[in-house]
Structure formats: structure tokens, C-alpha cells
């Protein structure tokens, strides 16, 4: 490590926490300041003026947009995102008894399809041309050029309707044992994870082939190497800073099909909140979930970056 | 920040925006034939269709497979065949008019921020940055639950959440065709920016930015289909792609042909798009040489 990586990390972080802060006054202004009246739609037509002016004080309607902003801001900082429109509890609570539940969902996933991915990935770039590399590459552009409820529809009809191998599209809340939670869990990682592998088996792919193009790469051949040392040895530790880029932004997609499948397979999640939030125009609720997710959405996008500058091994020795 | 992956395809420009049939490809012209296929009953939708798509059949709900009911019915009765053809309508005209709009907006700002450069490009492109650091699902999400969505909201959410990732491709291609000696040329005729944008440099990308425009309109029918799964699309009684398998997610169990069909159908247009990209003649070239 020396000063000229630490000033770049430094300067990427930067980078984010600027983008964070434009996108909360994004999500704000798109959520709280557009609309019009929220005061309004909740009364309905028919409410006298009175009650309005009341419910408008009460909401903080009377103060100009950037110092509600600011409020709105404040108070996400400090954990308190306001109360829900619809159930009147606080959107901590409401978050707070979700988020570990989706929290686990990601990790278990997360953790199924990276070393999937990542193998085959490396191999399909190993055997590039070769009917694993066509069918694994087929596979993949299948699975991205749908939508993920296709995916999880298929892996119902499949693993649950045919096989019966799996609960279908229930989630049991009651769960005893840990068998009964790893066939609840099941079906939602799979679909889940099915996603994520096409992703980044594909970005990974590309990495590893890259290198395998590289003119070092020709040299060690020439040298008498064996495949598995070209693989391992040399071409592997160059590509390391390109496929944990790759991971971290295939990771980024989890956010978006985790969406999809809390729904579908309902899920309690805090995407599924989020959801019934937005059909309900709940709009604290939504604003504080899309915050969250803009925010894990931000910071695997920062981490990607930073993998890429601390694996340049331009940067690493001078 | 590289928060998604765009592919820019290559700056070879083809003689034709669309090359003639018998330089494509045999998987190319399968995919053109399938978008072919529901850019037809998209636009013939409502005079083909052999059921009405609200009335109900005597037939019950969920009826299997017959010869009055090609595709069985749905969770209310409705003939499926009808319903996916009206609903083609639907998935195809909104996500081609999103597409069309925001691909436009792109293509217009980006060749503005080329052209002019200096703060205009670099306010420009900070704004629209961080515009793409929001997912789109997300984007959309909040916009549907601040306005909405009825079909015309609709159309210009999904043009708003794509009109940053037009702008970048639009803009990067413009770079380079700016720097052109002709387009210098042109400026020392003492040729206005408006002429330069829309006579020099616009001809000259036409060709990728088309092929960028295929991938959006995958994009948007994606997300469109997922909006309406999650119910936050195409409101009822009228029903897109998306909508159906919704609707007859109940169907499921038994594997009803009601949810595989606009489930398929969906497969089916985006991988036809796909298809018809990848094998763009003049591409393949270029396809090989990646190889």
C-alpha cells in the first residue's frame, strides 16, 4: 500500500458518499416534494379546510421543500425514518423486523452462487469454444434475457410441481426445525442464485479469458507449462482484481431480483415491503427502503471499484 | 463509476440501417422473424383475435387445452390465446414507446453534450450518473408510487429510468465521430451546431446507436413485465404480458398453459431481440474477432 492507492480509495469513497447524498435528494424530491399535497390525498376530496391546515402542520407541509429535506435527512441518519402513513408505526419497527430476514436471504444466496459462479466461470474460459463453454454461455443468456419471475416461475414448475421436491409458493413463518427452514429457504435461493450465476459467470468469463490473451500468457506456453499451471499460477492472480469486480457487481443485481422473488415466494423480506408500500403509497415506508437499497446498491458498486484500484498491479509496486 | 455494464457496439458503420435479408445470418433471421411475429400482433391485436380478451367462457376457469380454446382460459374464464394477443399490445407498444422516448432524449443530449462540451457536457454528465447509481427497478418504483401508473405514466417512467445509459453510449460514440477531421472540416465551412450534430455526426452513429436501441427495448420490456407481475404495471381490465402471469399465477401448480404462455411469450420477444443483435450483419465480423 502506499499514498497514491490510498488517495485513490480515498477520493472512490468520496465519490460515494457524494452519490449517496445526491440520490437521497433524488429519491426525496421524487418522492416527497413532486406528488403535490400528500395532506390532500390523504383526507380525500371532502376535507374541510380545517382539517387539511391541521394534518398539514402536523406533517410538516407548511415548511419549504429543502428544509423538509433536510428533516427527512436527519432523521433517516439518526434511524428515525418517520411513521408509516398506513399502519402509523414507526418505519423502524417496520424495517427493523424485515430487513434480517432479506439480510439472510442475500447472504445465503450470496453464498451458493459465488463459488458456483466463479467455477464456472473459470472453466468456460478454460474450455472456451468447447460444448461446456457453448451450453454454460447458452444457459446464461437464456436466464439474463427473461424476467427473474420467469426464472422463479420455471424453478417452481420444476423442483416443486413436477419433482416435488419443495414447498411451492408458500413461506411457513412458523419454522421449528432447520430442516423446515432450509426447504422454506430453498426454492427463493435457487431462483435467486440461478440469476446471479448467469450474471457473473459471464463477467467472470470474460475476465479470465482477457488474461488468457495476454502475450505473458503465450510466453509461459512456450515455456512447456502444463494447462492447469498456466490456469493457476499465472493467469488466475492477474484476473483476481477483475473477478472481484465482476462479483461484486453481479452481487448488485441481487437487489433487483430480490425485489421479484420476496414477492413471488412471499416472502418477508424488505423488498416485499417496500412493494406493499409503493401499491399502497406509503410514502415514508418507500422512501426509507429505497434509501437502504440505494445505499447496499452503492456500496457494492464502490467495492467493485475498489477492487478494481487495489488489484492494479500498476498501482501495488512503484 | 462503472455501475453497469454497457456494451458499445463497434463504430463500423453498415451501408443500410438495415442490412438486406440475405446477409443475415440463419439464427439472425429466426430472431427477426419472431420479433416480426409480435411486432404483427402487437399492431393487428385487436382485429385477429378469436375471443374477445374480457369475455368469460362457459368453459370454466383454468379449462385445459381444446380446439375453441387454443390455450385453455384463465383464472376467470378468458380465453389465454386472446389474452396474450391483445396483451402484446401492450408489452410491445409501451416498451416501444419508452424506448423510442428514451433513446431520443439520449441521443439528443448526448449529441448537445458532444457538440458543445465544456460545462454543459460535464453538469450533464454528473447529473445523469448519478441518475443510473439508483437501480432501475428501484427508480422505477418510486416514481409509480409517487405518480402512479396508468399506461402514459407509464411510458415515460420507463423512458426516464433509460434515458441516462442512451445518453452514455450516445454521447461516447458522438465524442469520437467529433473529432473527426471532416466534422473540423465542417466547422471551418463555418457550419452551424446544428448542422454539425445532425448532418456530420448523427449519420455516422445511427448505426450503433440502432443496435443499442434493440438492447434498451429488452431492458424495458423486462422491467415493464416485472412492474406489472408485481402489480405496479398495467392496471386491470386490460392486462400486459406481465399482468398474465400475475393473474394466473394460481395456475402454477398444476402447469397450466395460462401463466406459461405470457411467460413464454415474454422469452420469446427478448430473446428473438437478442438474437436479432447479436447476429446484426456487420457484427459478426466484429463477434469473431472477440473470439
Redesign the interface.
Known sequence: MNLQILRLIAGRLA?GVV?LL??SA??FA??GL??GDAAQEQLGQEATPEALAALRQQMGLTQSGPERYWQWLNGLLRGNPGQSIVSSAPVADLIGSRLPNSLMLAGVTALVSVPLALLLGILSAVW??SWFDRAASMGA??VV??????VA??A??VF???LRWLP??SYSVDISSPGQMLRSFAMPVMSLSCVIIAQMMR?TRAAVIDQLRAPYIEMVKLKGASPARIVLAHALPNAIGPIA?AVA?SL?YL??GV??IE??FNYPGIAKL??D???Q?D?PL??AC?MI??AA??IL?TL??LC?IVANPRLRHQ | MSTAIETIPPAAVPARLVPRLSRWSRTGLLGLAVLVFWLFIAAAGPWILPHGSGDMSTAGVFDAISWTHWLGTDYLGRDILSRVMDGARYTVGVALAATVMACAAGTLLGLLAAVNGGWFDTVLSRLLDTLVSIPSKMLALIIVAAFGSSIPLLIVTVAVVYTPGAYRIARALAVNINAMDYVTVARARGEGRTYIMLREVLPNIAGPLLADMGLRFVYAVLLLASLSFLGLGVQPPVADWGSLVRENIGALPTGGAAVIAPALAIATLTIAVNLVIDNLPGRAQANQENR
Open positions: 465519490v452519490s445526491i440520490v433524488i429519491v421524487i418522492t413532486l406528488p472456451r469454444g443468456v437464456a434475457s427473461v424476467p427473474e419471475f420467469l416461475t420455471l417452481v414448475l416443486a410441481v413436477h411451492a409458493l463477467m469486480n457487481l448488485s437487489l433487483g425485489i421479484i414477492t413471488i417496500m412493494v408500500g409503493v401499491s403509497r410514502m418507500v422512501q429505497a437499497f440505494c446498491y452503492l458498486v467493485a471499484d478494481g
